[in-house]
T-cell receptor
Framework: EPEVTQTPSHQVTQMGQEVILRCVPI?????FYWYRQILGQKVEFLVS????????KSEIFDDQFSVERPDGSNFTLKIRSTKLEDSAMYFC??????????FGPGTRLTVT | GDSVTQMEGPVTLSEEAFLTINCTYT??????LFWYVQYPGEGLQLLLK?????DKGSNKGFEATYRKETTSFHLEKGSVQVSDSAVYFC????????????FGTGTRLAVRP
């Protein structure tokens, strides 16, 4: 069964550094999402992406964050200058429609 | 805004026990409701869903009924197995709020042999 994959599984970075989290969607999926879960807290929506543009973003998704599909397959989340509070598990989700979302295993980001 | 409230965990049960995980929601419209499960080291997997009042979602022996009058979507299973040990997330999606899912905090279930 096809799966959404994410790399790396764990990323450790220093405060102020840029990180790029990568997601490989299921091949025929057109809708893409990023969520995050700070340890012990709820899974929170960050951004949705369709037709090569952002459909919706949360207030968390400020100018430090960006998303793109650089090669038409991978879907990336970039954090330009990481802060301690960006430490979280980041989940990518994709779907053929806006109705069902299939999640990847997540990338644990640790900012030191 | 929209929100989902789940019962606090962890929930610890013996194998073959009956499971209920409570979930209630607040929404301005008529959301679709979901249960996701996260097994250790894996991502969130859709377990079941319901799109309108009185719909019952079911999968792998789990069931949940969309109760509009009580704004609830409680997850149940008649006989749990050790392999059901995981974290369970209740979520809603309201079309007027876009495609995003709004999640509860998750409830950890541990099943003892």
């Amino acid at each position: 069964e096809p799966e959404v994959t994410q790399t790396p599984s764990h990323q450790v970075t220093q405060m102020g550094q840029e990180v790029i989290l990568r997601c490989v969607p299921i091949s025929n999926h057109l809708y893409f999402y990023w969520y995050r879960q700070i340890l012990g807290q709820k899974v929170e929506f960050l951004v949705s992406f369709y037709n090569n543009e952002i459909s919706e973003k949360s207030e968390i998704f400020d100018d430090q964050f960006s998303v793109e599909r650089p090669d038409g397959s991978n879907f990336t989340l970039k954090i330009r200058s990481t802060k301690l509070e960006d430490s979280a598990m980041y989940f990518c989700a994709t779907g053929t429609s806006s109705y069902e979302q299939y999640f990847g295993p997540g990338t644990r980001l640790t900012v030191t | 805004g929209d929100s989902v409230t789940q019962m606090e965990g962890p929930v610890t049960l013996s194998e073959e026990a009956f499971l209920t995980i409570n979930c209630t929601y607040t929404a301005t419209g008529y959301p679709s409701l979901f249960w996701y499960v996260q097994y250790p080291g894996e991502g969130l997997q859709l377990l079941l869903k319901a799109t309108k009042a009185d719909d019952k979602g079911s999968n792998k022996g789990f069931e949940a009924t969309y109760r509009k009058e009580t704004t609830s979507f409680h997850l149940e299973k008649g006989s749990v197995q050790v392999s059901d040990s995981a974290v369970y997330f209740c979520a809603l999606r309201e079309k007027s709020s876009g495609d995003k899912l709004t999640f509860g905090t998750g409830t950890r279930l541990a099943v003892r042999p």
